[in-house]
């Protein structure tokens, strides 16, 4: 297996997705500052998309374009972790859930800005510009929703417990992990765990929210081997052009 | 730096009121810094006193400063 293009490929594929299921709220936020700021926030997920998978195919040198790899791989060859494919459900899930990624998205790529390959180290510090303030937004609404009405703060502890199990799957090591962090390509994950947690109590704390206490970890994502039912769904719609008319272009 | 009104809306509080405005109103690369002020704390004036208020300038070209070369170094006036 060729962990580098492993690594990126999972760059690539947790904001191309996450990214496509913030779209899927375009033209139906709950107020219209919302609808617009969650439409940013998937333009600016694809873009990053474009800069992990461009490179990856480069890596792969198979003669495939970050197009093929978004829009011509089926679920199984995905390598996003569980978390960010998990469906949008009410705001206070869509939100929530991009709280927990952000979280880590953004001490993952400030350590990422430290990588041996220069091109990395440049992806990443651009990625983390966008990511600094999608963390600012994410945190905020947070705040407010966990301290705002009975039925806000309800909804937001129940999307917390449904979306806890699949944050493990962020800092769980697997092989392609640990080649990736032994060759200087990327962090230690345990190391970003620890920054991801802080941020995570210290906003959950401010929002009224209790943090479960339960570390079971749903898994199978990053490693393309389990992938919920819900990514074969979301892609049917992401791909469906392409399937269609195959090499269509605009 | 000149500050223009863009546009209203809606927000819990000040800070989150600054990033809907980022979101809603600079996504095109329009934006440089951002005020945003409760609507209850803006004092307007009334379009029917749009006559005495504006008027007597109209007829008083002389106070505009277009009689003047004003030297580039000197920037937006």
């Given at each position: 297996?060729?962990?580098?293009?492993?690594?990126?490929?999972?760059q690539?594929?947790?904001?191309?997705?996450?990214?496509?299921?913030?779209?899927?709220?375009?033209?139906?936020?709950?107020?219209?500052?919302?609808?617009?700021?969650?439409?940013?926030?998937?333009?600016?997920?694809?873009?990053?998309?474009?800069?992990?998978?461009?490179?990856?195919?480069?890596?792969?040198?198979?003669?495939?374009?970050?197009?093929?790899?978004?829009?011509?791989?089926?679920?199984w060859?995905?390598?996003?972790?569980?978390?960010?494919?998990?469906?949008?459900?009410d705001?206070?899930?869509?939100?929530?859930?991009q709280?927990?990624?952000?979280?880590?998205?953004?001490?993952?790529?400030?350590?990422?800005?430290?990588?041996?390959?220069?091109?990395?180290?440049?992806?990443?510090?651009?990625?983390?510009?966008?990511?600094?303030?999608?963390?600012?937004?994410?945190?905020?609404?947070?705040?407010?929703?966990?301290?705002?009405?009975e039925?806000?703060?309800?909804?937001?502890?129940?999307?917390?417990?449904?979306?806890?199990?699949?944050?493990?799957?962020?800092?769980?090591?697997?092989?392609?992990?640990?080649?990736?962090?032994?060759?200087g390509?990327?962090?230690?994950?345990?190391?970003?765990?620890?920054?991801?947690?802080?941020?995570?109590?210290?906003?959950?704390?401010?929002?009224?929210?209790?943090?479960?206490?339960n570390?079971?970890?749903?898994?199978?994502?990053?490693?393309?081997?389990?992938?919920?039912?819900?990514?074969?769904?979301?892609l049917?719609?992401?791909q469906?052009?392409?399937?269609?008319?195959?090499?269509?272009?605009? | 730096?000149?500050?223009r009104?863009?546009?209203?809306?809606?927000?819990?509080?000040?800070?989150?009121?600054?990033?809907?405005?980022?979101?809603?109103?600079?996504?095109?690369?329009?934006?440089?810094?951002?005020?945003?002020?409760?609507?209850?704390?803006?004092?307007?004036?009334?379009?029917?006193?749009?006559?005495?208020?504006?008027?007597?300038?109209?007829?008083?070209?002389?106070?505009?400063?277009?009689?003047?070369?004003?030297?580039?170094?000197?920037?937006?006036?």
């Amino acid at each position: 297996m060729d962990h580098a293009f492993e690594f990126l490929v999972r760059q690539g594929d947790n904001v191309l997705v996450l990214g496509h299921r913030l779209s899927e709220w375009c033209g139906q936020g709950p107020v219209l500052e919302e609808d617009i700021a969650l439409a940013n926030i998937a333009l600016d997920m694809i873009g990053q998309t474009q800069l992990w998978l461009s490179y990856a195919a480069e890596v792969e040198g198979a003669n495939r374009t970050a197009d093929d790899l978004a829009y011509l791989r089926d679920a199984w060859d995905f390598r996003n972790v569980l978390l960010v494919e998990q469906p949008n459900r009410d705001f206070a899930v869509t939100i929530m859930r991009q709280f927990l990624f952000d979280a880590y998205h953004v001490p993952y790529l400030h350590a990422l800005e430290s990588s041996k390959d220069q091109r990395v180290a440049e992806i990443a510090s651009k990625c983390r510009k966008e990511a600094i303030y999608h963390l600012e937004r994410s945190s905020s609404v947070i705040v407010a929703l966990g301290d705002g009405t009975e039925e806000s703060h309800k909804r937001m502890q129940a999307a917390l417990e449904r979306l806890w199990p699949y944050t493990g799957e962020l800092f769980l090591s697997d092989e392609t992990d640990d080649a990736v962090a032994e060759s200087g390509l990327a962090p230690v994950l345990n190391d970003v765990k620890a920054r991801w947690l802080q941020t995570v109590q210290s906003s959950l704390k401010d929002a009224y929210l209790q943090m479960p206490d339960n570390d079971f970890a749903q898994i199978g994502g990053k490693s393309g081997i389990r992938h919920s039912e819900h990514l074969g769904h979301m892609l049917s719609t992401m791909q469906v052009l392409q399937r269609s008319y195959p090499g269509a272009q605009w | 730096m000149s500050h223009r009104h863009v546009g209203s809306l809606h927000a819990p509080d000040g800070e989150m009121a600054i990033k809907n405005a980022r979101d809603v109103y600079t996504r095109r690369n329009e934006g440089v810094s951002i005020w945003v002020v409760e609507s209850n704390q803006v004092l307007a004036s009334s379009p029917t006193d749009k006559g005495p208020l504006f008027e007597p300038s109209n007829s008083k070209v002389y106070r505009h400063p277009t009689f003047y070369d004003i030297p580039d170094d000197v920037g937006a006036m």
